[in-house]
């Protein structure tokens, strides 16, 4: 059975830094597309930043480059994100997501075959 779990969400205040993690198991991780989303509320999920199987290849949305780095251990079967300069408009559930890498890198949710359940990040003063 694939599962996904996040963790290291919470609440920051703007300016403030958190680093995301995904664990993953049930799936041969150096043979996945990782990515993650983020859902704001009252709105649809949006792509945030996706890596290549091998960890080569990176892409982020505009509103995160320069701030977000998106990074694997394959080693550890693990995502990470981490997320510098947080801004308000960064609140949301952040998702992490799985794609087979015989597939192309995407930035689409409904490419990803596999999600965890989220973790809350709040940004806020």
């Known amino acids: 059975q694939v599962q996904l779990e996040e963790s290291g969400g919470g609440l920051v205040q703007p300016g403030g830094s958190l680093r995301l993690s995904c664990t993953t198991s049930g799936l041969t991780f150096s043979r996945h597309h990782m990515a993650w989303f983020r859902q704001p509320p009252g709105k649809e999920r949006e792509f945030v930043g996706a890596i290549s199987a091998a960890g080569l290849i990176t892409e982020y949305t505009d509103s995160v480059k320069g701030r977000f780095t998106i990074s694997r251990d394959n080693a550890k079967n693990t995502l990470y994100l981490q997320m510098n300069s947080l801004k308000p408009g960064d609140t949301a559930v952040y998702y992490c997501?799985?794609?087979?890498?015989?597939?192309?890198?995407?930035?689409?949710?409904?490419?990803?075959?596999?999600w965890g359940q989220g973790t809350q990040v709040t940004v806020s003063s």
């Open positions: 997501a799985a794609r087979s890498l015989n597939l192309v890198l995407s930035t689409t949710a409904h490419d990803y075959n596999y």
